[in-house]
């Protein structure tokens, strides 16, 4: 029931370490950590995902946001699909885990399938952020 987010690139020596500012957006990216179970008892889908973190200097919502698997080479990807949920604050959007073979969300209150916790598993997103806002 844990998404732990964390910003930075994956081109090892970025000397923008994961953050891009253009004239009209603040470009995040990283990678996510799922933990325990998914969605837990709540009503609602999936796992939040906080995006508030001081280097966002955007105090709104994303405007898009990417989730995708980048395995390791040599590592067989994993059979799922992500979506984000919009949220009202950056704290509490949605990470909806779909399974590729069935196109049903994963069970909710289940654990985490192994594959998707597994070291080497390369969950990564980027997110759009409005500047100056």
Do not use: C
Not at 37 to 63: E, K, L
Not at 118 to 131: D, H, N, Q, S
């Amino acid at each position: 029931m844990a998404v732990t987010v964390t910003i930075g690139s994956i081109i090892p020596h970025d000397p923008a370490a994961g953050i891009d500012k253009t004239q009209s957006a603040l470009i995040i990216e990283g990678s996510l950590t799922l933990s325990g179970n998914y969605g837990g008892a709540s009503p609602a889908h999936g796992d939040a995902i906080d995006f508030h973190d001081a280097r966002v200097t955007s105090s709104s919502i994303p405007r898009r946001v990417e989730i995708f698997l980048y395995p390791a080479v040599g590592t067989i990807p994993a059979p799922y699909s992500f979506l984000y949920s919009y949220g009202t604050t950056q704290a509490n959007g949605e990470l909806v885990v779909i399974s590729s073979t069935t196109g049903l969300e994963i069970t909710q209150g289940a654990a985490y399938p192994a594959a998707l916790t597994a070291a080497g598993a390369g969950i990564r997103f980027k997110a759009w952020f409005p500047l100056f806002v």
